[in-house]
């Protein structure tokens, strides 16, 4: 149920923009739901109710924040630039991890995602998104996308690092349907919040934090 939880949080922002500012520093905060078909996991998945995930963004760099009490703390800091991913898990049992890796994906991973431009658009605090559909395996699992993405956002989101150049813009809004032991997860992200702020460098290092060992098999 964690390793669920862990997969369906990483897949994954109140000023109100009257025009389409274009930012390349600040703060999103996005709110999040997941249900679930089956009677038991979905229980299990109301009992936790929504959660919020707060990304920093700052140039081609970006970091992701969301907690739960269940699956504990995860952070996760992209370079553009550098092409690696920093991954800080905190959760109950484990302890503190970190896994630091490429994102690039491979020719087989590229030719297991499929991307169609849709033909709507949604507004989102002010900002017009392009839709696109999204069909992709992830371990093994098919998993599909409904995002809608801006180009006014300099922000880059790990939740479309498998799709390489396939997608154009940051998602303020998407819908994710996977299938997980027999029951079909669906995780709902909106942005709710802009900020234009400064943000820290350290915010945005690559260096695993002290007291974080790396976890093995990843």
């Known amino acids: 149920m964690k390793k669920i939880l862990l997969f369906s949080f990483a897949l994954m922002l ?58 504990g703390d995860m952070v996760i800091i992209v370079d553009a630039v550098e092409k690696q991913m920093l991954m800080l898990l905190d959760q109950p049992g484990l302890g503190k991890k970190f896994v630091l890796q490429s994102f690039v994906p491979t020719e087989e991973d590229l030719k297991s995602v499929t991307v169609k431009k849709g033909d709507e658009t949604k507004t989102v605090l002010g900002y017009v998104c392009q839709q696109y ?36 813009g940051y998602p303020l809004y998407f819908v994710m349907t996977m299938n997980q032991m027999g029951a079909s997860i669906v995780v709902t992200s909106e942005i709710t919040e802009i900020k234009e702020e400064s943000v820290s460098d350290d915010k945005l290092s690559l260096t695993p934090p002290e007291g974080y060992t790396k976890m093995e098999g990843m």
């Open 14 to 71: 109140s000023v109100v923009a009257t025009a389409q500012v274009e930012l390349t520093e600040g703060v999103l905060i996005a709110n999040q739901t997941m249900s679930s078909d089956n009677a038991q996991m979905n229980s299990q998945l109301q009992a936790m109710g929504d959660s919020k995930a707060t990304t920093y963004f700052k140039g081609e760099k970006s970091r992701s924040e969301t907690s739960s009490p269940m699956t």
């Open 133 to 168: 559909f999204v069909n992709m395996k992830q371990n093994g699992q098919d998993v599909e996308m409904q995002m809608f993405t801006t180009d006014k956002i300099s922000a880059f989101s790990h939740n479309t690092t498998a799709m390489g150049d396939k997608i154009e």
